[in-house]
């Protein structure tokens, strides 16, 4: 233990030092992509009995199996609820966790992309970090930090799990409300994580959720002595979070699930930052997703409960509009943004205690240089006619 607190120091150094440009929305710790993509991750949990499973997809437009599921790398238990995923800074293994047992599922991908092996499994969770209910693993120089719903039993407060990048535990930094998502500026020193609920209310049917218990609060961290500096309130439910990407941008978006908003987060010369609403959305919205152009001149937003997506224009960060919108996808959730800029890709499932809608698919939008979009009506996945039975799709990595 005391070498790996010897390393976290030494890693901590390098956090502010620089950072690569990864995809859009990506920690700007990993390895970039800089070719187009060729095979996409999706993590998958069945509908039915069985295991949830890594589903390799072919996305290489020069293929002949184009838009076909090529495998599927399942991990030998059931149950998990299948959620988010992340790389390693080395973009070599994938990291996904599991909403409702809070294990985690460790693949290689680097030794053969297209045939990613599981070669850890973590059961223990909130016996070694005192945490459960991981959400989304986010890498930093050989560390993943995956943000925890809740203490040990399912309810309370959660916080941050810090493992290294083969899944040897290091630290629990604990937090006062739910975390559900992490982003990193690295120039500032700074990292924000956005908060939801406990994993004993997100593992319940929707109709059993209690108001009184969402989270409304966004935390500021000082990354390096991974400390909370500053707490930002605003409405209820603030899921994804995106830091602008032009170097020193001090500025940035979240999603309010339930409050049906977008909020912007500023820095000010003084190091301290302010919460303000950018823009009310529909009623019934029901914000899943938040993705960003490579430009940093348009966001794009998932609403679940009114199965579209729309594209917002940033270019004049304080006074964002609606710029443009895709409908038609029933239930749209989780996104994926290309480096480029010119493609995004669509799941539509939640989590099973949420879905209302069985027609679980993955999606593709192209979009223009000007930020208008287009679903490609040939890229269209079928998970509700999987082979083995209906699975939802949920979150996914490109390589």
């Not at 499994?121 to 970090?129: E, K």
């Not at 009114?306 to 919108?325: C, F, M, N, Y």
Request: hydrophobic share 40%; aromatic share 10%.
């Amino acid at each position: 233990m005391l070498r790996l607190k010897a390393l976290s120091c030494a890693l901590a150094g390098t956090l502010i030092a620089g950072a690569a440009t990864a995809e859009t929305c990506l920690s700007p710790y990993i390895k970039s992509l800089k070719q187009p993509e060729k095979v996409m991750y999706l993590w998958t949990l069945p509908v039915g009995p069985g295991s949830d499973f890594l589903a390799v997809i072919d996305v290489n437009v020069a293929s002949p199996t184009y838009g076909k599921i090529l495998k599927k790398i399942e991990v030998g238990s059931v149950g998990n609820e299948a959620h988010h995923i992340g790389y390693t800074d080395d973009r070599g293994k994938i990291w996904a966790a599991a909403l409702n047992t809070s294990r985690f599922f460790i693949f290689d991908v680097k030794t053969d992309p297209l045939n990613p092996k599981l070669i850890r499994t973590i059961d223990n969770v909130p016996q070694l970090t005192g945490l459960s209910g991981p959400h989304t693993p986010y890498a930093i120089p050989g560390r993943m930090l995956i943000s925890m719903a809740s203490g040990p039993d399912g309810t309370g407060p959660g916080g941050i799990a810090e493992f290294t990048n083969d899944g040897d535990f290091v630290a629990s930094h604990k937090a006062p409300n739910h975390p559900y998502e992490t982003v990193i500026k690295p120039e500032f020193n700074r990292m924000i994580t956005s908060s939801w609920v406990e994993q004993k209310t997100f593992m319940s049917p929707l109709d059993k959720w209690d108001p009184k218990r969402f989270s409304n609060t966004m935390l500021v961290w000082d990354l390096k002595a991974r400390k909370i500096v500053q707490e930002l309130k605003g409405d209820p439910i603030p899921l994804a979070a995106r830091w602008a990407l032009a170097p020193n941008a001090a500025y940035g978006y979240s999603i309010s699930n339930a409050g049906d908003s977008i909020w912007m987060f500023r820095r000010r010369s003084d190091g301290s930052f302010t919460y303000t609403k950018a823009a009310d959305l529909a009623k019934g919205c029901a914000p899943g997703d938040l993705r960003q152009s490579p430009d940093d001149k348009y966001l794009y937003l998932s609403c679940i409960g009114l199965g579209e997506v729309q594209a917002w224009d940033i270019s004049r960060p304080d006074k964002i509009r609606l710029h443009d919108t895709v409908q038609g996808i029933v239930q749209a959730n989780m996104m994926h943004m290309t480096n480029d800029g010119k493609r995004l890709y669509v799941t539509n499932s939640a989590i099973s205690t949420v879905d209302y809608s069985p027609r679980y698919a993955l999606r593709l939008i192209h979009v223009g240089p000007d930020g208008k979009m287009k679903q490609d009506p040939f890229f269209h996945i079928d998970f509700s006619k999987a082979p083995d039975g209906p699975a939802r799709s949920h979150d996914m990595l490109l390589n």
